[in-house]
């Protein structure tokens, strides 16, 4: 949503961006340089709030996935999990919490249900 929200912003002013989070954050470096984009001092300072946001919540997001990381080498059942095709970490841990003892369940289809 922030990364949306920086796009559109920058498009009002005419700066058109890529898609793509690695393209905003070349951009927010750009945005630090006040020589480098010319902006109303107003407009850059709610972008640098915006990007500050940004940061703190891919700092929030990276601490969450370790302490998943770490719960999951504890979990054999989620590592087990985590080995179907398309299954990735949160959805083998959220399996592993959820169902505790598959084996209450009389087939795969009782289980999806």
């Not at 498009?11 to 984009?37: H, S, W």
Request: proline fraction near 5%; aromatic fraction near 2%.
């Amino acid at each position: 949503m922030i990364v949306n929200a920086i796009r559109a912003h920058l498009a009002e002013f005419g700066i058109v961006t890529a898609q793509g989070p690695r393209k905003i954050v070349e951009i927010i470096g750009r945005l630090e340089n006040p020589d480098d984009i010319e902006l109303p001092s107003f407009a850059r300072s709610a972008l640098l709030s915006l990007a500050a946001q940004l940061g703190s919540l891919t700092e929030e997001i990276l601490r969450i996935k370790r302490q998943l990381m770490a719960r999951q080498r504890q979990s054999q059942a989620s590592q087990r999990l985590e080995t179907i095709p398309g299954a990735g970490l949160i959805t083998a841990m959220a399996l592993a919490a959820s169902v505790p003892e598959p084996s209450v369940c009389k087939s795969g289809r009782q289980f999806a249900a």
